[in-house]
């Protein structure tokens, strides 16, 4: 997941053995695998508010304008004319950079691993849970929680409920809370990271610096992955 800050003895646990066993390696070892892991976890400069990005540089956020969102990213024009109707440009127009980025990143993966969103709408954001001097001390967005989507299976809801995850590089979470509302996030995988279960590398880069994911490193993954465009750049 994201912004925890609840990092369990156990993850500390197996993060510190792991980190212990690769710094006892030989460096040849570790240059073989491609990445160490302070080349992962190198703190680049983010497109605010959120100031640092993970897996490549970010200075500047740029998202498209929406009369290009049906030939680029329908998903997203979709979602936006079912929630908010004639209204639906006014409010993208509004918005910040950085939340329709988040729009556009999910809109577009949700819509890459079957999601019909045809007659779905976008709920509310899907907030971190804390801020912190790398996110301008706020509660950043990193996903959306949709109502009224098919062609996948509605996780069943509660509040340890585990979600469905989909893909391995800029793979997709859905999950259903207590309230039965569904969001929708995209998470990093690193192949060649020291950590190789799911987005374990994704999490303490994100605790160790306090902010959720940048949109710059979902882009990046999901083209990586699937050449899936979403509208999302990244100006350097």
Request: one cysteine or more.
């Amino acid at each position: 997941m994201k912004l925890r800050f609840i990092l369990l003895p156990f993850l500390t646990f197996v993060g510190s053995f792991f980190s212990e066993s690769i710094a006892q390696r030989p460096e040849s070892e570790k240059s073989s695998r491609g990445q160490t892991r302070s080349e992962v976890t190198h703190p680049f400069e983010g497109g605010e508010p959120n100031k640092i990005a993970q897996l490549d540089t970010c200075k500047e956020l740029v998202v498209v304008p929406f009369s290009d969102l049906k030939q680029i990213n329908n998903a997203a024009l979709t979602l936006l004319t079912n929630t908010y109707g004639e209204k639906a440009e006014t409010v993208y127009n509004k918005e910040s950079v950085y939340s329709n980025a988040v729009l556009l990143n999910t809109a577009a993966a949700a819509a890459s691993i079957g999601a019909n969103l045809s007659k779905a709408v976008i709920l509310k954001l899907y907030l971190s849970a804390e801020g912190s001097a790398n996110s301008s001390f706020q509660k950043l967005p990193f996903g959306l929680y949709i109502k009224g989507f098919t062609g996948i299976p509605t996780p069943p809801p509660g509040r340890n409920s585990t979600s469905d995850r989909y893909r391995d590089l800029g793979s997709v979470e859905v999950q259903t809370d207590e309230n039965g509302d569904t969001h929708f996030d995209v998470d990093l995988y690193n192949p060649k990271s020291d950590y190789y279960v799911e987005h374990w590398e994704e999490v303490l880069f994100n605790e160790k610096y306090g902010r959720p994911t940048h949109p710059g490193d979902v882009v990046k993954q999901v083209y990586e992955d699937r050449k899936l465009r979403t509208g999302v750049n990244c100006k350097n």
